[in-house]
């Protein structure tokens, strides 16, 4: 995980410009909407719809556009009716990605994900080629700084926490079951310890190194060219990148 943790700190940089295009708030907004749809709108009862609200806070979401999100989910005003779906592939050096997304038109955006596949190098598959490398896991991050080791580990484990991991330079990983990703969070909360990020997602069993900067370009065009499309919420992939060759393509 330690070049996807290294990748997620330049993803969370280059955030801001997209936040800039609204794209941040929109897919915000969707997420909230389908969460409300199949969850209901009490965020109490509904941990989707609380982890999505929260996270628009965190962008400084206008709650007035929490609500009508909210209320188009439940029905109380009209909204757009979009539908999950997932892409699944493959990127230079036959590297597995893997992408979470909603539509309202799915032919749409299937053509279009295909042709973004295409253009960087890669191609999209059936589902379910790629989706057995992947396992969903909730992951934690926290920075090391912040708390010692131990007593991290202490309130994680005793929260239900499956594992964690310290062997970067500047978090800590803890990982959870989906379940009970939301009482881990609750629990560090609750101890006054600042949790970094935070999400369910999906993990790679395995991994592909990728050792030259023209392919990691290649491979990271791909992956923020998908992470930028409207219909698309979440990318994964199982690539292993050297931080060095991260900082230097960063520059």
């Given at each position: 995980?330690?070049g996807?943790?290294?990748?997620a ?7 801001l ?5 609204g794209?941040?708030w ?8 389908i969460a409300?749809r199949?969850?209901?709108g ?14 628009a806070r965190a ?7 929490v609500k ?8 109380e ?11 699944e ?7 597995a ?15 279009q994900?295909?042709k973004i ?18 396992e969903?896991?909730g992951?934690?991050?926290v ?6 080791e ?10 239900g926490?499956?594992?964690?991991k ?9 990982f959870?079951?989906?379940q ?7 629990a560090l909360?609750?101890k006054?310890?600042p949790?970094?990020s ?6 790679p ?9 023209e392919?990691?370009r ?8 998908l ?6 919420s979440h990318?994964y992939?199982n ?8 900082d230097s393509?960063?520059?």
């Amino acid at each position: 995980m330690g070049g996807h943790s290294h990748w997620a700190g330049i993803k969370h940089k280059k955030a801001l410009t997209d936040a800039k295009r609204g794209k941040v708030w929109t897919k915000l907004v969707r997420e909230i909407t389908i969460a409300a749809r199949l969850g209901g709108g009490n965020m109490e009862h509904n941990p989707r719809l609380r982890k999505a609200v929260d996270d628009a806070r965190a962008e400084n979401m206008p709650s007035e556009n929490v609500k009508r999100a909210i209320q188009k989910g439940t029905g109380e005003i009209p909204g757009v009716n979009y539908e999950e779906l997932t892409f699944e592939g493959y990127g230079p050096a036959g590297v597995a990605v893997y992408a979470e997304g909603s539509t309202d038109n799915r032919n749409r955006t299937a053509q279009q994900v295909r042709k973004i596949f295409e253009e960087h190098g890669g191609n999209m598959g059936n589902a379910g080629c790629v989706a057995f490398l992947f396992e969903k896991k909730g992951y934690l991050t926290v920075k090391k700084k912040a708390v010692a080791e131990d007593e991290l580990m202490g309130v994680a484990l005793d929260a239900g926490a499956d594992d964690m991991k310290s062997e970067g330079d500047e978090d800590h990983e803890i990982f959870t079951s989906p379940q009970g990703f939301e009482a881990v969070r609750e629990a560090l909360k609750a101890k006054g310890i600042p949790v970094e990020s935070s999400e369910v997602t999906m993990l790679p069993k395995t991994s592909v190194r990728i050792e030259d900067s023209e392919t990691a370009r290649k491979l990271l065009a791909l992956i923020e060219s998908l992470e930028e499309h409207d219909d698309v919420s979440h990318v994964y992939s199982n690539f292993d990148i050297p931080a060095q060759i991260l900082d230097s393509l960063d520059k």
